[in-house]
């Protein structure tokens, strides 16, 4: 889960400019990445487009092996 935070790291300086973060929750045994919206992003419309442009690719990037991030809310 440290090559992931270390990932998301690198999206964060982007997110908390506009008010907003994510927190990892879990890598589960089929690679995908469960994060949770905070802040601004919680609301935020352009959620899903920074999910797929942002962070899914700075976590794939990093980590090729990780098949998919999902943001999971009410946790």
């Known amino acids: 889960m440290s090559r992931v935070e270390e990932a998301l790291d690198d999206?964060?300086?982007?997110?908390?400019?506009?008010?907003?973060?994510?927190?990892?929750?879990?890598?589960?045994?089929?690679?995908?990445?469960k994060i949770k919206w905070l802040g601004a992003c919680q609301s935020c419309n352009m959620s899903a487009m920074t999910?797929?442009?942002?962070?899914?690719?700075?976590?794939?990037?990093?980590?090729?092996?990780?098949?998919?991030?999902?943001a999971v809310n009410g946790i």
């Open 51 to 70: 999910m797929r442009a942002g962070i899914e690719q700075a976590v794939r990037g990093k980590i090729p092996e990780i098949s998919g991030v999902e």
């Open 11 to 33: 999206i964060r300086p982007h997110l908390q400019v506009d008010g907003g973060d994510v927190e990892l929750l879990d890598v589960t045994e089929d690679h995908i990445v």
